[in-house]
């Protein structure tokens, strides 16, 4: 039964593997799951993943801002 359950959740149930390098050079990563829930590919996953994905698009932000500020001298 467990390895009937395996083949088929093996067809919707995919990893997620999120990898950074910060701007000091330190790298991290982290991982989990999502599984496809219809036919338009929509996905669950745990909490985690999306607030990483929110803090890193936050991270990049800052950090493009202050390239933005470093390459206008006038900006200061």
Known sequence: MFRAACAKARNFTGPVVISQRSVDGECSAGIGTFVVINKD???????????????????EARNRELQGLRADPGSS
Not at 41 to 59: C, D, K
């Open 41 to 59: 590919g929509w996905i669950v996953t745990a909490a985690h993943i999306f607030s990483v994905m929110a803090e890193l698009a936050a991270a």
